[in-house]
């Protein structure tokens, strides 16, 4: 241990080495947070004389849970074998583990083998509601599922969000069916894992207490992300033994939105007033001329840690800034820096001035013209940099993609969307994930009535109402339900569909338990049809089949599992992925990515565009002093991915609903002092 610990500066020394009870890490952006976090945990089990068993590590991130469980296995001179693993995983993964053993307990009907909905599952059921209730006139499903999620995070029924009547009453009742529905298919979404965990906790005292003796020394990662159901989980299972070590950083507090409340990091102190707070605040990762901008930009925000970030790299280039006529021209000027390391103008990229009764379609044209022409001639004369993974484009709002993509598909530069269609919402996946679901959860209706269809077998909406009026009878027992179908009002072609399909899962059922995953999927495919029609549809099926040979991959790692075991983990794993954990980190791609997106990660070079007045901040933040100040760490968070380069763009003009209007530099850049920037300009 001692060799680990002289690897470490002696602020991380001391967060690694402090005594028990409660202990808050302040970890500055870039400054070793899972460094410290890792050496922890070997230094509590090496040290301490914890066993594994005693340890729960909870983290956002399926990916950063994978990550320090390497990292630990590693350190640990034998490793940590699969009877003495340290609980570690994501707030959600752990509430999901823990609820497959304790749900029954809540006596609510569930049992443990409900499926977790994702939110397209979720959507499904709300649009459904909406309909029944006669409300889709005046309510879009997602603004119900907005204010559910509210509630359950905060651990309040609907009527205590503050709303007005007419949407107060509409979302009782809607909350009340749409519950109703989940228990009814043995389904539980995202914030359910969360709330029946403390409810568990604040009902059941055996249970918590179970859990209180077997969890003695708690980490958190994030912190300053929790929100208040995490906030209560966390206090009930540390009420008594008080071994809490958070780790976090207040200047990248960016997920209000999803229910993140910032003051419980703010407040931990008075949470626990023997707590101990350690400052990290040496920088790994940025040139100082980075870090100064960063220091500048977290300055707008009163109400926070101080923290003064610094690096032993004093060396390095200002961080660049550029004026850029429109998003086209932003655009033009982010991918030449990446493909030509520096910034070139052409004969034709001068400014082009529009009379103001210029038509906004000839202004589009021009533009489009003038990308492709240019772009044509520098395809020409560049090679693709063999470093691109090392390069990432942030910026606010998914919809700012659209320039840069035009301009590296006219380039032919190879690059890949954080958050944008993810692999295990493909059509052909989620078709497939429903025939696993439905194999481990028969109640499952949103999964049954996408696929009981698919490929086609003649069962219409007509058709499946009568199968689900007698569905409940049977208690989803789809033998019972096959052996009285001859009994239902449907024609002879869904008849002998319906008895078709339901075989699939009767046959499944008698799959030999030393069968695997794989095993099972092969099964599925055949047996459903689903791998023929796939194959008649030429190159786009064998396009979906590919993609399906993906899920294989995914699913060979519970190989050595019996099917019904390796089934239970592999759905959870796939309900729980996050965007992250989806990205891909492997080949010589460009990354484009949100600022949200951004969170934990790193490159050498970054180009943070779009940093203007409405779009940071958000217009949508503007009235609200609390949701500026999230943008200003916003901002923050992605300025301090950056290593070595670091360049700021805002564009005059930008199309709005394809209308050309003017705009005005963010706040941001105008509180960076000017002998901090170097000013790049195009003229």
Not at 8 to 20: D, F
Not at 312 to 334: M, S, W
Not at 631 to 651: F, H, M, N, P, Q
Request: charged share 30%; aromatic share 10%.
């Amino acid at each position: 241990m001692a060799q680990l610990l002289s690897s470490l500066n002696e602020a991380q020394k001391e967060a690694v080495t402090t005594g028990l009870g409660p202990v808050l890490v302040l970890a500055g952006a870039g400054s070793g947070k899972t460094r410290v976090l890792t050496f922890r945990v070997v230094y509590l089990l090496s040290e301490r004389k914890f066993s594994p068993q005693d340890l729960l590590v909870l983290t956002f991130t399926n990916k950063a849970a994978g990550e320090m469980k390497e990292r630990i296995r590693k350190l640990i001179e034998k490793g940590l074998g699969e009877k003495s693993a340290i609980t570690m995983g994501t707030f959600h993964s752990v509430c999901a583990r823990l609820l497959r053993t304790e749900i029954e307990n809540l006596k609510r009907g569930y049992d443990k083998y409900f499926v977790i909905y994702d939110t397209d599952d979720q959507m499904r059921v709300l649009q459904q509601i909406i309909l029944e209730l006669g409300l889709q006139e005046h309510f879009r499903p997602q603004v119900f599922a907005y204010y559910i999620s509210q509630a359950k995070n905060r651990l309040v029924e609907p009527a205590d969000l503050g709303l007005d009547q007419y949407l107060e009453n509409s979302l009782t009742k809607v909350y009340d069916l749409y519950q109703k529905r989940l228990r009814e298919q043995n389904a539980l979404d995202f914030d359910d894992l969360l709330q029946l965990t403390c409810e568990l906790f604040s009902t059941k005292p055996r249970i918590l207490k179970k859990y209180q003796e077997r969890f003695k020394y708690i980490l958190v990662d994030e912190y300053q992300d929790t929100n208040h159901a995490q906030y209560v989980m966390l206090n009930r299972l540390a009420a008594g033994h008080e071994n809490l070590f958070v780790v976090g950083d207040d200047a990248q507090s960016i997920y209000g939105f999803r229910g993140a409340n910032m003051q419980n990091i703010l407040d931990f102190q008075n949470d626990y007033p023997k707590a101990k707070i350690i400052k990290l605040e040496q920088n790994y990762r940025s040139s100082q001329p980075i870090l100064d901008v960063a220091s500048e930009v977290i300055k707008l925000n009163p109400a926070r840690y101080e923290k003064k970030l610094w690096t032993e790299n004093r060396v390095g280039e200002k961080v660049g800034l550029y004026e850029a006529r429109d998003e086209v021209d932003e655009a033009e000027f982010v991918i030449k820096r990446i493909v030509n390391g520096e910034y070139r103008m052409e004969e034709d990229a001068k400014e082009i001035i529009y009379e103001e009764d210029t038509p906004i379609l000839d202004r589009f044209m021009r533009q489009r013209s003038r990308l492709h022409s240019r772009f044509s001639i520098l395809n020409s004369k560049f090679q693709i940099p063999k470093n691109l993974k090392d390069f990432v484009i942030l910026y606010r709002t998914h919809a700012q993609s659209r320039p840069f993509e035009e301009v590296l598909l006219s380039a032919g530069v190879p690059y890949q969307i954080v958050g944008g269609i993810k692999f295990y919402e493909r059509k052909e996946i989620k078709d497939i994930l429903s025939y696993l679901r439905l194999v481990q959860n028969p109640r499952d209706l949103v999964s049954l009535s996408r696929i009981i269809n698919v490929p086609a077998r003649g069962v219409g909406q007509v058709n499946f109402r009568e199968i689900n009026k007698v569905l409940p009878k049977y208690k989803y027992n789809y033998e019972r339900v096959f052996n009285n179908l001859d009994d239902l009002p449907l024609t002879s072609r869904a008849l002998g569909g319906v008895k078709e399909f339901f075989r699939i899962f009767i046959d499944a059922d008698d799959l030999p338990e030393q069968e695997n995953l794989v095993n099972l999927l092969h099964f599925i495919l055949s047996r459903s049809g689903y791998k023929e029609s796939l194959s008649k549809l030429g190159e786009e099926g064998q396009t979906r089949l590919e993609n399906i040979e993906e899920l294989f991959n995914v699913a060979a790692k519970y190989k050595r599992s019996p099917w019904v075991e390796g089934l239970s983990a592999f759905l959870e794993e796939v309900a729980l992925m996050t965007d992250l954990d989806r990205a891909d980190d492997q080949g010589n791609k460009l990354t484009l990515m949100t600022l949200h997106s951004a969170k934990g990660l790193e490159f050498d070079n970054v180009f943070f565009v779009g940093l203007e007045e409405g779009l940071l901040p958000h217009s949508r933040s503007l009235l609200s002093p609390a949701e500026i100040a999230e943008e200003i760490r916003l901002a923050y968070v992605g300025i301090t991915r950056a290593k070595r380069y670091l360049y700021l763009s805002y564009a005059r003009t930008r199309s709005t609903f394809g209308e050309l209007k003017k705009t005005l530099p963010s706040r941001i850049i105008k509180a960076i002092p000017a002998k901090l920037l170097n000013k790049i300009s195009n003229f």
